[in-house]
């Protein structure tokens, strides 16, 4: 087994070179961004929050392999290659939508601001993209889990699901709505718990139980959870509610509302889609 050491190596190296910009990148996006500052608007909030923790995670990850602990807990118990992989792409597709979110509610012609924090945010995603491809080009890094097909649906399940969270609007009074924020809950706090019961592979062998038919269990339970909300959330959103004559993108609840109703329909296809290749067996659990 190796021992905890210090390895400057894994900070000059490419990868490491490439966490560094990483972390100074979103810092640099984070600590902008709060000088003209939106606090009332949970999209704004959203994007904080992940500049916060993008770079926390990269931080973490390469102090890990700084000090090779990361082979320690690869023996132990963690495919240390997947969960670093999978972070990747999640920081990749979090820091898109961003980008995304930034250069839609905040960019204005006049507001420099608003356009210099979109760059940057732009540059921190092509950052965890570029890391992201180069992982799943790389045939000697290991993918059981989180960077093949089974794991990637959950990744894009849970980002879909925080876009819902954070655009969720008019539900106030509306009983049918709040039903669907339940269903949109439900779901989501499980999802983690899935994957990291994948990642950490000595623990799946150990449990008495199959993780997988839970998780055939786990499917079905949302796409119905799903295809309700995916009924409901439309007709009692939209209907008497057509859509106004100025209604700018950027700041329209209907828009809003829209994107609710758009991300529930890519959601139920996703766990749909997660359902059938689970129970027919062909989204293997190692790259080929």
């Known amino acids: 087994m190796d021992k905890i050491k210090f390895t400057p190596s894994a900070l000059t190296s490419t990868r490491g070179t490439l966490h560094m910009l990483q972390v100074i990148m979103c810092v640099l996006t984070f600590i902008v961004s709060s000088i003209w500052s939106q606090p009332n608007h949970t999209y704004w909030v959203y994007c904080m929050v992940i500049w916060a923790l993008c770079p926390l995670l990269t931080l973490f990850i390469t102090v890990i392999e700084m000090l090779l602990i990361h082979k320690l807990i690869l023996y132990m118990c963690m495919d240390w290659d997947d969960f670093t992989t999978g972070m990747a ?7 898109f939508s961003c980008a995304v979110i930034y250069g839609n509610f905040y960019a204005r012609r006049r507001l420099i601001w608003g356009w210099g924090v979109t760059i940057l945010a732009v540059i921190s995603c092509l950052l965890y993209c570029i890391e992201t491809f180069r992982d799943k080009r790389d045939a000697t890094r290991s993918a059981t889990y989180v960077a093949v097909l089974p794991g990637f649906l959950k990744i894009l399940e849970a980002f879909v699901s925080c876009i819902i969270f954070v655009s969720l ?24 718990i899935i994957i990291i019961t994948n990642i950490m592979t000595k623990l799946k062998k ?3 139980f199959s ?51 758009f991300m529930t329909y890519v959601n139920l ?7 059938v290749f689970t129970c027919l067996g062909i989204c293997g659990f190692k790259r080929s």
């Open 211 to 261: 993780i997988d038919k839970l998780v055939i269990i786990f499917l079905v339970i949302s796409v119905l959870l799903y295809a309700s909300a995916a009924i409901l959330w439309p007709i009692y959103s939209f209907r008497g509610n057509p859509k106004p004559t100025d209604c700018p993108g950027n700041s329209c609840i209907w828009s809003i509302q829209f994107i609710v109703t």
């Open 169 to 192: 609007t008019g539900y106030v009074g509306k009983p049918a709505l709040q039903w669907c924020i339940v269903a949109y809950a439900i779901p989501f706090p499980i999802i983690p």
């Open 89 to 95: 792409m999640m920081s990749s597709l979090t820091t």
């Open 269 to 275: 296809l996703l766990f749909i889609l997660d359902l």
């Open 206 to 208: 150990c449990l008495p």
